[in-house]
């Protein structure tokens, strides 16, 4: 049984960073392009960034520069690094693999 678990999430000032991690079990992240997706209220789910089995990753335009996603092959777990964290960040961030999602953990950006 595939599983993935976000944890990170908090309450952070605009500015802030915060790291996020999704761990994986019944699926190997090295084999599997391991995504992060992210939905604010009222507003559709978007893609966030992603890493491809050969270490390349993908990222939203307007996340360039501030968020990077990395692996740690040996604990099958992702990261999300978000730095200057701007109030348009705030959303549920969830984690994708396959066709397997986490259950999101929550980022919110406020003074």
């Known amino acids: 049984q595939v599983r993935m678990q976000e944890s990170g999430g908090g309450l952070v000032q605009p500015g802030g960073s915060l790291r996020l991690s999704c761990v994986g079990s019944?699926?190997?992240?090295?084999?599997?392009?391991v995504a992060w997706f992210r939905q604010a209220p009222g507003k559709q789910r978007e893609f966030v960034a992603s890493?491809?089995?050969?270490?390349?990753?993908n990222n939203l335009v307007s996340v360039k520069g501030r968020f990077t996603v990395s692996r740690d092959n040996a604990k099958n777990t992702v990261y999300l690094q978000m730095n200057s964290l701007k109030v348009e960040d705030t959303a549920l961030y969830y984690c994708?693999?396959?066709?397997?999602w986490g259950q999101g953990t929550q980022v919110t950006v406020s003074s």
């Open positions: 890493i491809f089995p050969n270490g390349d990753t």
């Open positions: 994708k693999c396959a066709q397997n």
């Open positions: 019944g699926i190997s992240f090295s084999l599997n392009t």
